[in-house]
């Protein structure tokens, strides 16, 4: 294998003034984190990119594998390494170029001489390296302005290091570096897509979810356990609370008129989320609302919910329609998982006509006939926790195998 490191570059990171390596220290430590199961990674952070050595061809596929999905990297590089001598420069490009000679492409080679010392110029190593390419690829053509393929050629002080792929990372901060918010993960499209718009902007999440069984199967608890799981692939563990809500949603369905059912569920849910968010030392509260999407998810709807709290509530999915949202939740995996055929609590009890425009007077008015703050306690007291990813069991026969 000619791959020997892969180098990071940051992005936005980049941007970063005097904590900037407050961020690149947490970027180290998820990737760190990603790539548990491989064994200790070797690690070289600089200020503008990171270097990680690569030591066999297994552990490169799972690294190529999952890179794309760890937020803080802006693109990535796998890297090749040759001695300090042009023949061998002009063999490792030949090598390196290899993996397009079923193409019809153009190209450009670009030099950087962080050793000074060096003693050919640059323009020099692109002339004699280009050559090189161009007498053995007759599909490769030269395009200096605009090239499909550009390959860097960077003389360190220690090596030449070579590489002509740039694969595009998934932006965004690293998970972690913006702290702690509590997602409100329902099981439908939309929340998990949220979950992942706050995670690339650097929060930690941990989700809750309200159950309310029989009215809720278990296959309900399943699929929203597998959207947490699969919230963790893009670099960080997620603690999922599981809520009984059936006692307060049947209260509910008694004691308020029907056409406020929907208002005052949601408003018992965030009075719930709020107290679990204190108790784990979150900032915030995350939903998947999109405006004007359904009922609950007006503009007075929105005023009426945010009414039994001061916690900031983060709704970055608040401007998408839902087919941006659909989109988005394709392309991270989570969409096939969301449209199990299987309801959540948000869609029991719902009335024929549920108000669009609720006033907060009224809603307060008919929730001040019923004491809910014990049902309240209760039901964060008796909340179930799961972490993801799930660690696998290990067999205990296996050592007997």
């Known amino acids: 294998m000619i791959w020997k490191e892969i180098l990071i570059r940051y992005g936005e990171l980049s941007t970063k003034g005097r904590n900037k390596k407050d961020f690149i220290s947490r970027l180290r430590t998820n990737i760190r984190h990603t790539f548990s199961d ?3 990674l070797n690690i070289l952070t600089e200020r503008d990119r990171m ?3 690569i030591e066999n061809e297994e552990q490169y596929d799972v ?10 990297i802006q693109s990535f590089s796998p890297v090749s390494i040759c001695e300090k001598n042009l023949e061998d420069m002009k063999k490792l490009a030949l090598t390196v170029m290899e993996q397009f000679k079923d193409r019809q492409i153009t190209f450009k080679v670009e030099v950087r001489r962080s050793d000074k010392s060096f003693p050919l110029e640059s323009h020099e190593l692109q002339r004699e390296i280009g050559g090189a390419v161009l007498s053995k690829n007759p599909n490769i053509s030269v ?24 694969i595009q990372g998934a932006g965004g901060m690293p998970v972690g570096s913006n702290g702690k918010s509590l997602l409100m993960l329902s099981g439908g499209i939309d929340s998990p897509v949220a979950g992942y718009l706050l995670m690339k902007r650097g929060v930690r999440l941990e989700a809750i979810h309200f159950f309310s069984p029989p009215y809720t199967s278990d296959n309900s608890l399943q699929k929203v356990k597998d959207l947490a799981n699969e919230l963790t692939k893009f670099g ?10 059936t006692e307060i949603q049947v209260l509910i369905k008694e004691r308020v008129p029907a056409n406020t059912i929907m208002t005052t569920t949601r408003r018992l849910m965030m009075r719930i989320a709020d107290k679990v968010r204190e108790d784990i030392g979150a900032l915030g509260i995350v939903t998947g609302e999109s405006l004007g999407q359904v009922a609950s998810q007006t503009l007075e709807s929105l005023t009426a919910i945010n009414d039994v709290t001061n916690t900031p509530i983060l709704r970055p999915l608040i401007a ?3 087919l941006e949202i659909i989109d988005i939740a394709e392309q991270i995996g989570t969409y096939e998982t969301s449209i199990r055929p299987y309801e959540d609590c948000c869609t029991i009890f719902t009335p024929a006509n549920p108000k669009t ?18 049902l309240i306690e209760r039901a964060v007291r008796n909340r179930e926790v799961y972490k993801f990813p799930e660690q696998k069991k290990k067999d205990k026969f296996e050592d007997l195998l």
């Open 357 to 374: 425009k609720p006033k907060v007077e009224k809603v307060n008015y008919y929730e001040s006939f019923t004491e809910f703050d014990e």
């Open 38 to 40: 491989i064994g200790q």
């Open 63 to 72: 690294l190529m594998e999952r890179l794309p999905k760890v937020f803080g």
């Open 320 to 322: 998408f329609d839902k």
């Open 236 to 245: 960080a563990n997620i603690r999922l609370h599981v809520i009984p809500f």
């Open 143 to 166: 395009n200096v302005k605009k090239p499909d393929v550009e390959l860097r050629v960077e003389v360190r002080k220690n090596a030449i290091y070579m590489m002509a792929q740039i």
């Open 51 to 53: 270097h990680i050595e």
